[in-house]
Nanobody, 115 residues
Framework: QVQFVESGGGLVQPGGSLRLSCAASGRTFQFYNMGWYRQAPGQQRELVAAITAGGGTNYVDSVKGRFTISRDDAKNTVFLQMNSLKSEDTADYYC?????????WGQGTQVTVSS
């Protein structure tokens, strides 16, 4: 069964950094495009970073230059390095394929940026 397990979130001050991890299971994900999504309170879920099976990356404008998505296909794991965090990055973060498999959202990991 497909499963995504996100980890690495927490409380961080503005300007700080976090590294999120997503352990994927149930398939060999090296052939799939993957993404990190976030959902802030009262907002719709949005795709913030994407990585193709070949390693190409793309980012929403609000995180460009601050976030880096990467993948370790040997471990079926996707990462999101988040630097220079801002209060507006506060959200629950999820990984999934891109486009997302809607029936397989994980629990997510909460990121709170606050002083």
């Amino acid at each position: 069964q497909v499963q995504f397990v996100e980890s690495g979130g927490g409380l961080v001050q503005p300007g700080g950094s976090l590294r999120l991890s997503c352990a994927a299971s149930g398939r060999t994900f090296q052939f799939y495009n993957m993404g990190w999504y976030r959902q802030a309170p009262g907002q719709q879920r949005e795709l913030v970073a994407a990585i193709t099976a070949g390693g190409g990356t793309n980012y929403v404008d609000s995180v460009k230059g601050r976030f880096t998505i990467s993948r370790d296909d040997a471990k079926n794991t996707v990462f999101l390095q988040m630097n220079s965090l801002k209060s507006e990055d506060t959200a629950d973060y999820y990984c999934n394929t891109n486009p997302a498999w809607e029936n397989y959202w994980g629990q997510g990991t909460q990121v709170t940026v606050s002083s």
